[in-house]
């Protein structure tokens, strides 16, 4: 009886044991299939997001390729929306210049230069107490300079005059560009930037300085020159040099 009774016992042990190890083994099967139910999860989720990264970069290099023409919003203020007209056959940089120097004053005329660039790109100068000093060569060079330090080259032009101080504390320019076709907008703005520049510049030192830059006054005619007038009375002065130039 008793022998019986142990035997029942040891067979119960078993039994009991064989059940938890079925249990455990569940359980780690369990744990395996959800690990790689995750990690599938995860890889998924991860190639999802780097497809949806490479769609927007994507996207988004093509929006830039779409816009890289589009002329901007300070250019597009400047710009002549109307049709425009021809340009006066005999019109020439030395024409600009004469404009310039009509309708400024006369100390200015004394004080600066006016360099023509003409559309055979020969250079010229007039004005300026020292101007008869200058060589063919010297002005030639001086002209170029200035035209790369307002942003463009003469390979954007077709002719153009313009009197420009480079000196830091003085805000002080009057250009005046006839644009080659397209180059309108290049033109615009590199004269913006020119003004801003400038204001930024003469803001937190010369107050009177920056008033004039600020005021300063860049706007196309309808025969596609682009005028910039940036001195004293430059709302008067750029009327009168648009008025000489449209007759």
């Known amino acids: 009886m008793i022998k019986k009774k142990i035997i029942s016992s040891v067979i119960v042990a078993a039994m009991v044991l064989g059940i938890m190890g079925c249990g455990k083994s569940d359980n780690k099967k369990e744990e395996t299939t959800s690990a790689k139910t ?22 988004s290099e093509e929006s830039s390729s779409e816009n890289s023409n589009d002329v901007s919003e300070g250019a597009s203020e400047v ?19 004469k404009a310039i120097e009509d309708q400024r004053g006369a100390e200015d ?15 010229a100068i007039s ?7 200058w060589t063919e060569e010297m002005i030639s060079s001086e002209s170029k300079q200035i035209i790369s330090f307002l942003g463009f080259s003469d390979e954007d032009i077709e002719f153009g005059a313009f009197s420009i101080s480079l000196i830091n504390s003085k805000a002080y320019g009057i250009a005046v560009f006839a644009p080659k076709d397209g180059k309108d907008a290049v033109i615009a ?4 930037s020119y003004k801003q520049i400038t204001m930024d510049n003469m803001q937190y030192y010369m107050e009177e300085q920056y008033e004039i830059a600020a005021d300063a006054k860049i706007g196309q005619l309808s025969n ?7 001195c004293e ?6 009327s009168q040099i648009t ?3 449209e007759k």
């Open 38 to 59: 995750e990690a599938v999860t995860s890889t998924s989720e991860e190639k999802n997001s780097e497809t949806e990264a490479s769609t927007e970069e994507a996207s």
């Open 79 to 97: 710009l002549y929306k109307g049709e425009k007209t021809s340009l006066p056959q005999d019109m020439d940089g030395v024409t600009l210049a």
């Open 109 to 123: 005329n004394e004080i600066y230069e006016i360099f023509a660039l003409n559309k055979d790109k020969t250079s």
């Open 127 to 133: 004005c300026g107490s020292a101007s008869s000093e």
């Open 189 to 192: 703005d590199a004269l913006l």
């Open 224 to 230: 596609g020159i682009i005028v910039m007038v940036m």
């Open 233 to 238: 009375g430059s709302s008067d002065i750029y």
């Open 243 to 245: 008025q000489q130039l």
